[in-house]
């Protein structure tokens, strides 16, 4: 027979990883690839230079912080379904 029903210490523990964790490095990769990219307008001129600070890098910024934002509230929602367990179950 199938299991049914859930572990809310375990989800809780994986929510906070989520949040806690693994959202908070993908905005610390952001800011270390804009300080590089920020470095990179020293070093290398013209069009395509433009392109890739001005164009590529704020596109690919944007898909990045939109990854934390979605990693940040899955874990946030792990942690809401554990907290809606423990208080149907009334542990």
Partial sequence: MAQ???DADA???LG???RDGIAPQIADLINSINGV???MEKSWWGP???AFCHQWW???KKELHDAFMA???LGQS???NAHDQRTVSGS
Avoid: T
Wanted: glycine residues 12%.
């Fill in 4 to 6: 049914l029903g859930m």
């Fill in 11 to 13: 989800i809780e523990h």
């Fill in 16 to 18: 906070r990883q989520l």
């Fill in 37 to 39: 990219v920020g470095n």
């Fill in 48 to 50: 395509d230079a433009q």
């Fill in 58 to 60: 704020p596109q690919h």
């Fill in 71 to 73: 990693i940040q509230g």
């Fill in 78 to 80: 792990a942690l809401n």
